[in-house]
């Protein structure tokens, strides 16, 4: 089992920048495909972004394409996601989530893909 604490969110102007970033319990980081998923108030969970395993492959939903970068460090124990070009539309609450990925190459996009997450962090951005 591993635990996720996810840390970075705060308010930011339109346009601003921020770096979330989850650190997971546990030596064995390197088997879990990782992925940022985003709740908005009213709204249903929705994917962001997703890893594989080593950190070689990835997924962004289509409207952060471009803006949010998912990378991992493995020595870390540590998924990040750099945030540029912020909207106010991506105000929200981000949770960080992991799986056992048996397939190196696998990255998912479905939150029921998904076993563990951390509690989540506020996302505010101001127009």
């Known amino acids: 089992q591993v635990q996720l604490v996810e840390s970075g969110g705060g308010l930011v102007q339109a346009g601003g920048s921020l770096r979330l970033s989850c650190a997971a319990s546990?030596?064995?980081?390197?088997?879990?495909?990782m992925g940022w998923f985003r709740q908005a108030p009213g709204k249903e969970r929705e994917f962001v972004a997703g890893?594989?395993?080593?950190?070689?492959?990835?997924n962004y939903f289509d409207s952060v394409k471009g803006r949010f970068t998912i990378s991992r460090d493995n020595a870390k124990n540590t998924v990040y996601l750099q945030m540029n070009s912020l909207k106010p539309e991506d105000t929200a609450v981000y949770y960080c989530a992991a799986t056992v990925a048996w397939n190196t190459r696998t990255v998912l996009t479905t939150g029921a893909q998904y076993d563990y997450w951390g509690q989540g962090t506020q996302v505010s951005v101001s127009s």
């Open positions: 890893i594989n395993r080593n950190g070689g492959n990835t």
């Open positions: 546990g030596r064995t980081f390197n088997i879990y495909a």
